[in-house]
């Protein structure tokens, strides 16, 4: 525990889980209604909280996914209680946590340069993009609870830096959501999620062998969210996601630095059409 005479850092509980993606919220992140749940199925070790004289001011997730890599988010320092060295203390308790992992997080642009002071660096932009799609089924396209786990699991990890199947299984059963996978003779070529939020719809992940497969995925998905805002996170690396948001009539509103502390993980950066969430990778 890292304490001082007035502060302390503890593991969260799941109230308060709950109360970070509030903050989240209030800080315009537009968190999803269920997102508490999802995110403490990923590491219930991995959320930290900080409190001042009995009242928590400070929040940060620092999740292990398995012993190679971890990822932080939720890093929220309550307003009235910024400049006093909190927000410091409960990153440094969330990098020891984290240890000798690769650890990546999802940036504001302009705090790049702190992050590297900690040892990250950049790989490459994440860019927001949003806007209403027009949705249409797809015959391809059924529900992800009915492909067999373990393949919908081998999937996510060709487009993720580890292992999450306590995290797959939550984010793709939440309620408000539809979770859809693409299968091609027999095998999976794209799945996503769609999840109600506090505003509008956000897509992640949307991982697809092609623009083919990521397009007939985004149009069934937004045909379940009739009308909605849809929100889509996108890898500037991947030239065929930025160029589907455009085609689709989105617009850039909002971008993130990818950073790590070790190289880039080895992953099929060109499958990744939208990314999971900001705050869990």
């Known amino acids: 525990m890292n304490q001082s005479e007035d502060f302390i850092v503890r593991t969260m509980s799941a109230g308060e889980v709950a109360m970070s993606v509030e903050w989240a919220a209030a800080e315009g992140w537009n968190p999803g209604h269920h997102d508490p749940h999802c995110f403490r199925a990923a590491d219930p070790d991995g959320f930290f909280v900080g409190v001042w004289r009995g009242e928590p001011v400070a929040c940060l997730a620092a999740v292990a996914y398995d012993e190679g890599f971890g990822f932080i988010g939720l890093y929220i320092v309550k307003p009235g209680f910024r400049g006093k060295g909190f927000g410091m203390r409960i990153w440094q308790h969330g990098m020891r946590y984290l240890g000798e992992r690769n650890i ?19 790989a490459y932009r994440n860019i927001r993009y949003q806007g209403r799609v027009n949705g249409i089924g797809c015959a391809h396209a059924a529900a992800a609870a009915d492909v067999p786990f373990e393949q919908l699991l081998a999937y996510d990890r060709q487009c993720f830096p580890a292992a999450r199947a306590r995290f ?14 693409t299968a091609d003779a027999g095998r999976i070529a794209g799945y996503g999620v769609v999840r109600r939020c506090k505003a509008g719809c956000k897509i992640g992940p949307l991982f697809a062998d092609d623009a083919d497969v990521a397009t007939g995925l985004l149009r069934a998905l937004a045909a379940s969210m009739p009308g909605e805002i849809i929100v889509l996170d996108v890898p500037e690396t991947n030239p065929a996601a930025v160029a589907l948001a455009e085609r689709h009539g989105m617009t850039s509103v909002f971008e993130t630095a990818r950073m790590y502390t070790k190289d880039a993980p080895a992953m099929a950066i060109e499958r990744v059409f939208g990314v999971t969430s900001f705050e869990l990778g």
Do not use: E, H, T
């Open 104 to 122: 990546g997080l999802d940036g504001v642009v302009a705090q790049q340069a702190n992050y590297r002071k900690s040892g990250f660096r950049l």
């Open 168 to 181: 797959v299984s939550a984010w793709i059963a939440q309620p408000d959501a539809v979770a859809l996978a």
